[in-house]
C-alpha cells in the first residue's frame, strides 16, 4: 500500500507540474515589465496592482495575465486601439496564454479585441486544445462533508467537528479501458488527520466485444435459484474481480462463461448456454469455497409451458463437499394468469449444505406458496391486490416442523408515479399461535400542492403485546428547503420506547447543501430510512454540517 501511495503522489505531481504555474515570479529584466509600464502609462492599464508597475517588487505569470485580461477589456470597449498597443498586447497573449485561459479569457474575447488573425488568438487556441487534450480522458469528482455534533443529554459531552472528504479520478485508457482510484481522507480540519488507506478504492474495467472485465466492487447477479450465489445473502457489494466472456469457436456455441471472486472467501464460475430444439437456458455452476471450507457445484434450467408460455418452471440441483457431501434441489413454479397470480417454491436441503452465499438454510423440506389477486381493473386509479401465503418447513429427516405459518396481506397503490402505497398484513404461527400485524402507508400528500408528505410504518405482536412504529412527515415549504419531522416507539428495545428527530436540509447552492437537526434518543438509522426499526441507546444529539459534492 505504502509503493501505492507513494506512486499516486508522484503521478498527481508530475502532472499538475507538467502544467503551466500561474504562481511562479517572472524575472525583473522581463520584457514584459516594459511592456506593461508602458501600457499603463497610456492609461490602458489603470494602477494594477498597487496604482503602478514600477519598484523591485517582482510579478507573478498570474498578475501578468489578469493585468493582460483587463487591458485587452479596455481596448474592446472603445472600439478602437493604437497599432503600437494592439502590437504589445498581441505579444503579452501570446506569452500567458495559459493563464489567460484559467482566467476565463476566451478565443472571442482576444477576437474582438485584437482581430480574428492575430496570432495570439492561434496561441490562445493551441493552449486550450493542450488542455482539453489532458483534461478529457480524466474526470475527478469528490464529496466533502463537514458535520458538528454534541451530546446535551443524559449528560452534556464535549462537542466534536469531524470531516470527510472523498476524491475519485477516472482516467480513459483507450476505448475499451477505463482506469480509476478512490481516496478518502477524514479529520483533515481538527488536524487529526486519517488518510484512512483501508478504504481507498482502485478500479478497473475492460469493456472489449468478447471480453468484459470488472476489478471494483462488484454486485453479482443471482444463479439460478441461489443454491451456490444469491446476491443479497452475502452482502451488498464487496471488493472483488468480475470477469464475462464469450467462446464461439468452429461455429460450436460454448455459452457465456461469468467467474467472480471474492479472494480471500470465494471463487465462481458460471457457464450458460441454451439447448434443444427450444433452445431452452441452462446454468452449470462450480465453486471454491474457503470461508465455507469446501467446494459446491450445481446444473440449473428454466423453461416455459402451457397453452401461451404463461408459467415458468425454474429447478437447480447442487452438491456441496466439505466435511461431508451434502446435497440440495429446489425448484419454483411462477406465473400471471388473468385472475390471479402464483408462486410456489419447493425445497430439500441436507445437512452441511453451507456454502457462503447459498440462499437457503441446510437441514430443510419446505413449500412456499404465494397467490395473488387483483381486486380493481387495471384503469382504476386505485389499485387493491390481496396476496395469501403458506410456508411449511421440517428437518431434511421429516422428524421436527421447524415452521408453519400461513399470511394474507392487502396492498393499495394511489399512485404509481410518486409511489403512493398502503399495505395491511396479517401473519398467523401455527406452531405458536401466535400472530403478528403489520401496517404501511408511505408519501402520503397532505394538501393539494404536496408541501407535506407523510409515511409511516408499526408492527404489533398480538401475544406478547409489544409493537413498533416509525412515522415521518416532509415539508418542503420552500424549493431549496426541506423539513423532515419523524417519530418513533418501539417496546421490544431495551434502551428507551420512543425517540424523535427534526432535520432541516437547505440547498445553498448547486451540489452544496448545509442542515441542523436534532434528535432525542438514538434511532438505528437515518431519518426517513426504514432500513432498521430500533432504537439502540439514550444519547440525544445536536448536529450540523454542509454537504458539497463535484
Known amino acids: 500500500m505504502k509503493k501505492l501511495v507513494l506512486a499516486l503522489v508522484l503521478v498527481l505531481a508530475f502532472s499538475f507540474t507538467a502544467l503551466a504555474n500561474p504562481f511562479v515570479d517572472v524575472p525583473l529584466n522581463h520584457w514584459a515589465y516594459d511592456s506593461v509600464q508602458s501600457l499603463a502609462a497610456k492609461g490602458v492599464i489603470v494602477g494594477y496592482p498597487d496604482g503602478t508597475f514600477g519598484g523591485a517588487k517582482s510579478l507573478t505569470r498570474y498578475e501578468f495575465a489578469e493585468a493582460t485580461a483587463k487591458a485587452l477589456a479596455y481596448v474592446e470597449g472603445m472600439g478602437f486601439a493604437v497599432a503600437e498597443d494592439v502590437a504589445i498586447l498581441e505579444k503579452l497573449a501570446i506569452e500567458f496564454a495559459d493563464e489567460l485561459a484559467s482566467l476565463g479569457v476566451t478565443v472571442a474575447d482576444l477576437e474582438a479585441s485584437l482581430g480574428a488573425q492575430s496570432e495570439a488568438v492561434a496561441a490562445l487556441e493551441e493552449t486550450v486544445a493542450k488542455l482539453d487534450t489532458f483534461f478529457d480522458p480524466v474526470v475527478i469528482t469528490g464529496d466533502i462533508n463537514v458535520e458538528y455534533k454534541k451530546v446535551i443529554l443524559p449528560t452534556v459531552s464535549p462537542a466534536t467537528l469531524t470531516d470527510q472528504t472523498e476524491i475519485g479520478i477516472e482516467a480513459e485508457v483507450n476505448d475499451t479501458t477505463t482506469v480509476g482510484i478512490e481516496m478518502e481522507f477524514e479529520n483533515i480540519l481538527n488536524e487529526n488527520v486519517n488518510l484512512d488507506v483501508d478504504s481507498w478504492r482502485f478500479w478497473l474495467e475492460h469493456d472489449g466485444p468478447d471480453l468484459h472485465l470488472l476489478i471494483d466492487e462488484i454486485e453479482p447477479d443471482d444463479i439460478g435459484l441461489g443454491l451456490i ?9 464487496f471488493w472483488g474481480v468480475w470477469a464475462q466472456w464469450m467462446w464461439d469457436a468452429d461455429d460450436s456455441d460454448l455459452g457465456t462463461w461469468t467467474l467472480f471472486m471474492d479472494v480471500e472467501e470465494f471463487y465462481i464460475l458460471n457457464i450458460g448456454f441454451e439447448a434443444g430444439d427450444d433452445d431452452i437456458p441452462i446454468g452449470v455452476t462450480a465453486s471454491y469455497d474457503p470461508l465455507a471450507i469446501g467446494y459446491a457445484a450445481s446444473v440449473d434450467l428454466s423453461f416455459d409451458i402451457g397453452d401461451e408460455d404463461d408459467t415458468t418452471v425454474a429447478i437447480e440441483a447442487g452438491m456441496f463437499y466439505g466435511a461431508t457431501m451434502a446435497f440440495a434441489g429446489v425448484g419454483s413454479l411462477s406465473g400471471e394468469y388473468d385472475d390471479f397470480n402464483l ?95 403489520e401496517a404501511e402507508y408511505v408519501n402520503l400528500p397532505l394538501g393539494d400542492d404536496s408541501e407535506f408528505v407523510l409515511s409511516a410504518h408499526a408492527e404489533y405482536a398480538v401475544a406478547t403485546g409489544d409493537y413498533m412504529g416509525v412515522a415521518t412527515l416532509v415539508y418542503a415549504f420552500e424549493e431549496d428547503m426541506t423539513l423532515l419531522l419523524e417519530a418513533r416507539v418501539d417496546t421490544y428495545s431495551a434502551f428507551a420506547p420512543y425517540s424523535a428527530e427534526v432535520k432541516l436540509e437547505y440547498a445553498v447552492a448547486e451540489n452544496t447543501d448545509i442542515y441542523v437537526g436534532f434528535e432525542y434518543n438514538d434511532w438505528d438509522d437515518d431519518i426517513n430510512d426504514w432500513d432498521e426499526y430500533a432504537i439502540v441507546g439514550t444519547d440525544s444529539t445536536v448536529t450540523a454540517g454542509v454537504d458539497v459534492t463535484f
Open 229 to 237: 450465489y444469491a446476491f443479497d445473502t452475502y452482502q451488498e457489494e
Open 343 to 437: 408462486d410456489v417454491d419447493v425445497y430439500y436441503v441436507q445437512p452441511g449444505f453451507v456454502p457462503t452465499n447459498t440462499d437457503w438454510d441446510d437441514d430443510e423440506i419446505g413449500v412456499d406458496l404465494t397467490v395473488g389477486f387483483p381486486l380493481t381493473d387495471e384503469e382504476d386509479d386505485t389499485q387493491i391486490d390481496v396476496e395469501a401465503s403458506w410456508n411449511y418447513e421440517m428437518d431434511a429427516a421429516f422428524v421436527a416442523n421447524v415452521t408453519h405459518e400461513i399470511g394474507a396481506e392487502l396492498a393499495f397503490t394511489m399512485d404509481a408515479d410518486t409511489e403512493e402505497e398502503a399495505m395491511i398484513g396479517v401473519t398467523y404461527d401455527v406452531l405458536t399461535g401466535g400472530i403478528d400485524l
